[in-house]
Each structure stands twice: as C-alpha cells, then as structure tokens.
C-alpha cells in the first residue's frame, strides 16, 4: 500500500518528552485531509481506545476489552463481528477514500465506544491527549509482527506474488509506516505511568494471560467472577480464537476488493506464537532485523526487553 508522508495539526508536546522536529509520519496515499480530520473529532470521556501497531494483539485485545466493557456478555460477543462492535478508526478511509462517511460508524457507535487504531501518538486526535480517555497499548516483538503481517497482506492482497524476503527488506529500508514500529512504541511507552493509560505486550498477555485480565479489570473499573474469568480464558485461548468467526476479520475481508485479494488465504489468527518468526525467516534475515531494530532502540532511548515487559513474563 502507498503511503505519503503527513504532518499533523498539533503534537502533544506537553505530554511526554520529545523532539517532534524529526519524527516522520505517514498516512495512507491519498492522505487528502483525513488525518486533520482525525486531529479534531470529538473524545468522549468514557471512550476506551486500543492502539497497537499492526499485528500486535490487537484484536485479541479488542475481544478482551469489548467483553469487561460489556460484562462478559458471550452471546453477543459471538453473534456479531468485532469491526462492527468495536471498529477500527482508518478502515472505511483507508478502503473507500471517503472522507464524507469515513468517521461515521465511529461516531455512531454507542458509549462506551471501544475504538481501535494502528496510528501513532501524535496522529491520534487532539482531544485524546486533553481529556485523557483511557487508552490501551499492546505491543509485539517486531519481527513477529512483520511476519504476521506480510501473511495478513497476502491474504488481502497487497502482498500477493511478494516473498517474505522481499516484504522485509520493505519493512527495513522503505519510508513508512512500517520503518517506525520501535518509535510508535516508544512514544507511548513514555506514558505507561499515567492513570488514564494501560500498556502492555503480546508476550504478557501469552505468558499470563490471566493477570493482564485482572490487570484490565482494574483500569476499566470492572470486576469479574471467578467462573466469568474461566469463561474468558477459554474464549481468548489461541484454540478458540483461531475458530471464532467474529474475531476473524471476515467482514472485513468483504470491504477490501483488490485484484489479488483471496488468492491465497491465511487465517488471520494465524499462529499465535512468540518468537515464530524464527520458523519464517532465514538467520541473515534476523541478523538484518535485529541490526535495524537495534539501531531504532538505541535513537529512542529504550531496550527491546522495556518494550516488551520482559520483567513482568
């Protein structure tokens, strides 16, 4: 997908501290004004937004939260896809360029709205960063999250008739999106103290799941019985999620029509594991990932093992 580089309206230059001055941003192409529109919608106090980079746990995320919000309605949970319960921010934009109708499925959505999105920190609307609505983070080891992706892509389509190799060698070297996956994180690491914010990874969540749980309950003001806890644990297991119709991505595969699109198919709840890359990528490509993700680490002041929480698995 083309993206183009944007610059935003404002930055939250009283929230965290950062030079803005080099930070490259981008946005799908044709941007036109969508990101200003982004800027400027309203927050609402009782949002709870989910914000990741692109395969990340997102929407193992999105399922966890949607159901504490909804108290752990499953019924409903299993009867309607997840975009349409919780939608994700970009989507109608990115796939049908209308900035007419791109924002109303959000803002129609019924309080407390759970909103998904994939931009970063200072792309996120204004409001967001005053009114503090609660905002939850996930994040993945990025080798992992490329990999995913590029099978996501070639389901989709965009990826079609493209080797790993070469998606990689995109992620490293093109200007995107993609190349700041350690700066998205990064910046939004910065506000893992902050009463308002919920940061947490892919390898927590695998490793106990059960106290991410917990952990949400809290921030979202909820509780749960110890059978609803069960419940949940089972529902979110790889093995169900893999199975579950509604949290794969299905309706949104109806939206997206490119030519290639279905051609080759793989699940979206894929594998589910941490550390799978290595069953993808030869050691030269690790080596190259690992030399650029170094690089990216040590520009923004943070350790793979801080992002990832390793001293919390």
Same mark, same amino acid.
């Given at each position: ?5 944007? @610059? ?6 009283? &929230? ?5 001055s ?9 941007a036109?004004? +969508?990101?200003?529109?982004? *800027? %400027?919608?309203? /927050? ?6 989910? #914000? ?5 746990? @997102? ?9 504490l ?11 309607? %896809? ?16 209308d900035?007419? @109708?791109?924002?109303? !499925? ?16 200072? &792309? &996120?609307? !204004? ?10 983070? /996930?994040?993945?080891?990025?080798? %992992? ?8 892509? #070639?389901?989709?389509g ?20 993609? !190349? ?7 910046? +939004? ?18 490793c106990?799941?059960?106290?991410? #749980?917990?952990? &949400?309950c ?16 089972? *529902?979110l ?18 939206q ?25 990528? @030869? ?13 990216r680490?040590?520009?923004?002041? #943070? ?11």
């Amino acid at each position: 997908m083309q993206c183009e580089q944007v @610059t935003p309206k404002s930055y939250p230059v009283n &929230l965290i501290d950062k030079d803005w001055s080099e930070r490259k941003l981008y946005f799908w192409s044709p941007a036109k004004s +969508f990101p200003a529109m982004i *800027h %400027d919608m309203e /927050v609402k106090e009782d949002d709870v937004w989910i #914000v990741t980079n692109p395969k990340c746990g @997102t929407t193992w995320m999105q399922e966890l939260a949607w159901l504490l919000l909804n108290d752990c309605d499953f019924e409903a949970a299993l009867s309607k %896809d997840l975009e349409l319960r919780s939608p994700f921010l970009e989507f109608d934009f990115m796939v049908n360029s209308d900035e007419q @109708t791109a924002l109303e !499925r959000v803002e129609e959505l019924p309080s407390p709205r759970l909103i998904k999105s994939h931009l970063p920190l200072p &792309l &996120l609307p !204004r409001q967001l960063w005053e009114k503090k609505a609660k905002v939850i983070y /996930v994040f993945r080891n990025p080798k %992992d999250a490329w990999v995913s992706g590029y099978y996501h892509g #070639v389901t989709i389509g965009y990826n079609y008739g493209k080797t790993l190799e070469q998606f990689f060698d995109e992620c490293l070297e093109q200007e995107s999106d993609r !190349r700041y996956i350690i700066e998205h994180a990064a910046e +939004f690491y910065q506000l893992r103290n902050e009463p308002w914010f919920y940061y947490t990874s892919f390898e927590r969540m695998k490793c106990n799941l059960r106290a991410v #749980v917990e952990d &949400l309950c809290k921030f979202l003001d909820k509780t749960v019985t110890e059978q609803q806890m069960e419940r949940l644990l089972k *529902h979110l297991s790889f093995e169900e999620m893999k199975k579950n119709p509604t949290t794969n991505h299905l309706w949104e595969s109806t939206q997206i029509k490119l030519e290639n699109g279905g051609k080759e198919v793989h699940n979206f709840v894929r594998k589910g594991k941490v550390n799978g890359y290595k069953d993808d990528l @030869t050691p030269k490509q690790i080596e190259k990932a690992d030399n650029f993700i170094a690089e990216r680490l040590l520009l923004n002041q #943070v350790t793979l093992e801080e992002l990832l929480l390793v001293d919390k698995l």
